[in-house]
C-alpha cells in the first residue's frame, strides 16, 4: 500500500487555568510536532462560507494547515485517491505532502487558518492549473511516489 500524502498531527495542548496554551514547535524527530523547519507562516481570515481557498498544490513544500478557530473542510487528491478533512480543533494540524491538491472551503463565520510552510514563497514552486497536477501525479505514480 503506498504511503499516504497528507496525515494529521495532534499537539500538545494544556489547560492553564486561564486558557488552553496548544504547544506548536519543530520536531523532526515526535509525531506531535512540525517534521520540518518553519520558513513561511501565513494566517488566513475573512472567509465566507461559498469561498473557496487553495485549488493547488506544491513541487516541493511541506506544509501544515491548522484551524486555529471557527472550521473547515479540506479536498485532497494524490492523483489516484481523494478524500476530504475536516479541520475544526486549534491543536490539530493537517500535513500535506508535495503533489497534494488541496482546497479548503465550508469555512464558518470567523474561521482563522494557520498554515506553517518548510518553504518561503516562490511562484515556481506551485502548481496552480489542476491539469497540469494530474500530469505531475501520474508521473509520481509511475514512479512509485
Request: aromatic share 12%; net charge positive.
Given at each position: 500500500m503506498p504511503e499516504p500524502r497528507h496525515k494529521l498531527i495532534d499537539f500538545p495542548s494544556f489547560d492553564t487555568k486561564n486558557g488552553i496554551l496548544c504547544m506548536i514547535q519543530h520536531?523532526?524527530?515526535?509525531?506531535?510536532?512540525?517534521?520540518?523547519?518553519?520558513?513561511?507562516?501565513?494566517?488566513?481570515?475573512?472567509?465566507?462560507?461559498?469561498?473557496?481557498?487553495g485549488g493547488h498544490t506544491h513541487h516541493k513544500t511541506h506544509q501544515i494547515l491548522i484551524c486555529t478557530s471557527g472550521q473547515c473542510v479540506v479536498d485532497l487528491e494524490d492523483g489516484e485517491n481523494k478524500?476530504?478533512?475536516?479541520?475544526?480543533?486549534?491543536?490539530?494540524?493537517?500535513?500535506?505532502?508535495?503533489?497534494?491538491?488541496?482546497?479548503?472551503?465550508?469555512?464558518?463565520?470567523?474561521?482563522?487558518?494557520?498554515?506553517?510552510?518548510?518553504?518561503?514563497?516562490?511562484?515556481?514552486?506551485?502548481?496552480?492549473?489542476?491539469?497540469?497536477?494530474?500530469?505531475w501525479a501520474s508521473k509520481k505514480i509511475k514512479k512509485g511516489k
Open positions: 520536531d523532526s524527530k515526535k509525531d506531535i510536532a512540525v517534521p520540518f523547519k518553519m520558513k513561511k507562516v501565513l494566517s488566513i481570515t475573512g472567509m465566507k462560507d461559498s469561498d473557496k481557498r478524500s476530504s478533512v475536516t479541520l475544526n480543533k486549534p491543536n490539530q494540524g493537517l500535513l500535506l505532502y508535495p503533489y497534494i491538491w488541496h482546497e479548503m472551503h465550508s469555512f464558518s463565520p470567523n474561521t482563522t487558518l494557520l498554515v506553517i510552510a518548510d518553504r518561503e514563497y516562490d511562484e515556481k514552486e506551485y502548481i496552480r492549473d489542476y491539469n497540469e497536477f494530474k500530469k
